[in-house]
């Protein structure tokens, strides 16, 4: 069966440093995704990993552990614009299918 | 602004009503996708084409009808709803059925049905 598992929420200080955790258990593998979603708006791409390691986007860097079916989000200096859902998304060893997580709120503070 | 342009915005109709949603993208994309997403909740995969053929259905009922013009072009036909289909229904692209190709996805179309 296909299984991801985020925290429902955070809250984090602006400026400050937030990670997001995700888990992972899915009928075989070809890549994991960050999106980015604000509110009422479509999500949009953070980062894809699909080899195990750290990939680093500028304030955002994200993590695979394919063994231990685990990768983490890492957003640093935190913004207020930053408060948003992010979804953490796999898709599977067919390579059709994109099945997310049920996202995490982060809610950044002053 | 989104590459992937999806229209309308927002859509009432009734139960007995029989309307369509358009998306379009000019990225050369030959994957494209409707989800379907209620308030708080993650995007739910809905179907599939790959260079303009069916690759997957998600057991989506048939009052719920896709179809591929051209590999630019993707429509959702809609018909005899009822209002639990109310949601954001997300069309996205990616370049190929390889792992690389992140979604790129329109900015929705808002549906409640009445």
């Known amino acids: 069966g296909q299984n991801i598992d985020q925290p429902t929420e955070m809250t984090a200080t602006e400026g400050a440093i937030v990670q997001i955790n995700c888990t992972y258990q899915?009928?075989?593998?070809?890549?994991l995704f960050w999106y980015q979603q604000h509110a009422g708006e479509a999500p949009t791409f953070l980062s894809y990993n699909v080899l195990d390691g750290l990939e680093e986007k500028g304030r955002f860097s994200s993590f695979l552990s394919r063994s231990k079916g685990y990768s983490y989000l890492l957003l640093k200096e935190l913004q207020m614009k930053d408060s948003a859902s992010y979804l953490c998304?796999?898709?599977?060893?067919?390579?059709?299918?994109?099945?997310f997580g049920a996202g995490t709120r982060l809610f950044v503070k002053a | 602004d989104t590459e992937v342009t999806q229209t309308p915005k927002h859509l009432v109709m009734g139960m007995t009503n029989k309307k369509s949603l358009k998306c379009e993208q000019h990225m050369g994309h030959r994957a494209m996708y409707w989800y379907k997403q209620k308030a708080k909740k993650p995007p739910e995969l809905m179907f599939v084409?790959?260079?303009?053929?069916?690759?997957i259905n998600e057991s989506v009922p048939s009052r719920f009808s896709p179809e591929c013009p051209n590999s630019s072009l993707l429509n959702l036909h809609l018909h005899a709803l009822q209002p639990e289909d109310s949601a954001l229904y997300l069309c996205a692209s990616s370049q190929d059925r390889q792992g690389r190709s992140p979604l790129h996805f329109g900015n929705g179309t808002r549906l409640t049905v009445t």
């Open positions: 998304a796999v898709r599977d060893g067919g390579g059709f299918k994109t099945i």
């Open positions: 084409y790959s260079y303009e053929k069916l690759s």
């Open positions: 899915t009928s075989g593998f070809n890549g």
